[in-house]
């Protein structure tokens, strides 16, 4: 199935944005070609002459156009790897020097909203909260795609340290109060009070927690319930988020964790989003040596957990080694 799809060169060349021609499918062919014109010319020659001069220029000629063939194919891979770094970089900058601006308008919301409170109307007092949660939310953006342009250097650099995970899932929640409520939703943590902690990120696995959480009641319509719970299987620690939401289509379930996948169903009515959550999520659980997986149905809901090491692994221990290092 995949050769075939490796064949089909127009939607390669959407995908790609470049030119039939410089498809690594068109390429493929090519060479294909020039593989089988060269063996059987090569064939032929030897059958019907004898002249060694004959078969040495024969051989010369088949070098040569072989090197010619591996050159382009060299330099279209060269090509597409630097315009990739390019890519990364280009990100790279623009979110940090959008990051300057950006945290100078949260503070200065921050500085309406207390201190200079008194002196403002209702309506300019409802125009500043939305400016601060608009920077907000765009904040996220901006350190969202740092961190996809770190995952994909592989440059993320991760802390390894003793983290309580319920506290941060009970401090994940009190900051969904209002948006829990506004939405009508019923939210039940289920936590064994004696549960270790688990090794990782503080800071990053709030977020994989946030991202999890805020998912959860994103992607809930009607009815909401949600279930959290925090449960020791064998030397890790698993979370699960429960939800009786929209459901991600079967069909999809494979991009689930790939950059920018958003599915079908939700599209159409939940406009605010990125599909890059899950990935970093996936990225961050992993590279602390945990695992992260889903059960969906449309319609009726799904599940996200990851599961986390209590304990240091010692892959773990020679990471951190080499990250110092670096
Ligand atoms: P975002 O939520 O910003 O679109 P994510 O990477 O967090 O990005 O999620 C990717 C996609 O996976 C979502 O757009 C949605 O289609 C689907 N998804 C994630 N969590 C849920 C959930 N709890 N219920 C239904 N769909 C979900």
């Not at 690594?24 to 059987?40: D, H, L």
């Not at 309506?123 to 909260?129: A, D, G, S, W």
């Not at 009726?300 to 090491?309: E, K, N």
Request: glycine share 6%; with cysteine.
């Amino acid at each position: 199935m995949q050769f075939i799809n490796d064949l089909n060169l127009k939607k390669q060349a959407e995908e790609l944005g470049v030119k039939i021609w410089q498809t690594p499918g068109f390429m493929f062919i090519i060479m294909g070609i020039v593989a089988f014109i060269v063996m059987t010319a090569t064939f032929l020659i030897s059958r019907n002459y004898d002249d060694p001069k004959v078969l040495v220029l024969a051989e010369s000629i088949v070098a040569g156009i072989i090197i010619i063939v591996g050159n382009s194919v060299v330099r279209i891979v060269g090509e597409i790897a630097s315009v990739n770094k390019m890519k990364s970089e280009f990100v790279s900058v623009v979110s940090h020097q959008l990051r300057t601006p950006l945290s100078a308008i949260k503070w200065e919301t921050e500085l309406l909203l207390s201190k200079l409170r008194k002196g403002l109307n209702e309506k300019q007092l409802k125009n500043i909260e939305t400016i601060g949660s608009l920077s907000c939310r765009m904040t996220r953006l901006v350190n969202d795609l740092l961190d996809v342009t770190r995952i994909d250097q592989k440059r993320l650099v991760l802390k390894y340290e003793p983290v309580d995970l319920a506290a941060i899932i009970e401090k994940t929640i009190a900051e969904s109060e209002s948006l829990l409520s506004s939405r009508n939703i019923e939210l039940i943590f289920s936590n064994n009070k004696k549960n270790p902690k688990v090794i990782g990120d503080q800071e990053r696995l709030k977020l994989v927690v946030d991202n999890l959480l805020n998912n959860a009641i994103k992607y809930t319509t009607q009815k909401g319930k949600i279930e959290i719970k925090l449960t020791k299987s064998g030397g890790d620690l698993v979370f699960s988020v429960r939800d009786n939401g929209v459901g991600i289509p079967e069909e999809q379930h494979s991009q689930v964790f790939s950059k920018f996948f958003r599915s079908d169903n939700v599209v159409k009515y939940q406009t605010e989003g990125t599909g890059l959550g899950l990935y970093i999520a996936k990225n961050i659980v992993e590279q602390l040596g945990g695992k992260i997986w889903f059960q969906s149905i449309e319609n009726v809901g799904s599940i996200f957990s990851f599961s986390l090491p209590v304990k240091k692994k010692s892959f773990i221990k020679e990471k951190k080694l080499f990250d110092n290092f670096n």
